[in-house]
């Protein structure tokens, strides 16, 4: 019996040292093709991106943008007769987002609907391809706005009532100048002292 036992000892120690190889070969194979593609965004195979898991517990939005703007908080009022309408828009880079809440009210100070389009014009292209993000009628809104483009984002107001309307919005962010645009022309607002993105 003695005899036979040094072999099994033996033979057991090569089984453990062969499992604990493939053991560690498997789990750096998944380390390469799996676990650094989905959670580390590293891909050094080309085979993470084929399956489609590459960056996939990456945020798609940064939790932290700074930002080399100056912090502004703006307060506007627009005062619309009777069918008048008025645009007002900021700068905005990509990503950088914006606050804001606006009411329309009569001069006795009771709210009432007005047109509205909260739209974007991409900086470089026409502005008749501008894309609208939320219209409709209303008596006020209110929100978190991110820029999807570099360009003016803002909005456009229109009083359809027979009244003379008070639209006020108030915002904040980071952006560097304001437009109005309105029967008067184009007017720029600016802010803080304009500083090229880094």
Do not use: C
């Amino acid at each position: 019996m003695s005899a036979h036992a040094p072999s099994q000892v033996e033979l057991s120690g090569k089984a453990l040292l062969k499992v604990t190889i493939s053991t560690l070969l498997l789990a750096l194979t998944a380390l390469l093709l799996f676990v650094l593609p989905a959670e580390f965004d590293r891909d050094p195979t080309g085979i993470g991106e084929l399956l489609g898991i590459k960056g996939m517990a990456g945020y798609s939005v940064g939790a932290l943008s700074k930002q080399p703007q100056t912090y502004v908080e703006d307060l506007r009022e627009f005062e619309l007769a009777p069918f008048e309408s008025v645009e007002y828009k900021y700068r905005l880079e990509a990503g950088q987002s914006m606050v804001f809440a606006w009411q329309a009210q009569t001069l006795d100070g009771e709210l009432t609907e007005v047109v509205y389009d909260l739209h974007s014009e991409e900086e470089g292209t026409d502005p008749e391809d501008s894309v609208s993000f939320d219209l409709g009628r209303s008596k006020q809104g209110q929100g978190n706005f991110v820029a999807p483009f570099p360009g003016i984002h803002g909005w456009y107001w229109e009083n359809r009532g027979t009244q003379l309307v008070i639209v006020q919005l108030k915002s904040s962010g980071f952006y560097p100048y304001g437009k109005v645009y309105s029967a008067a022309g184009e007017v720029k607002i600016p802010f803080a002292a304009e500083r090229a993105p880094n």
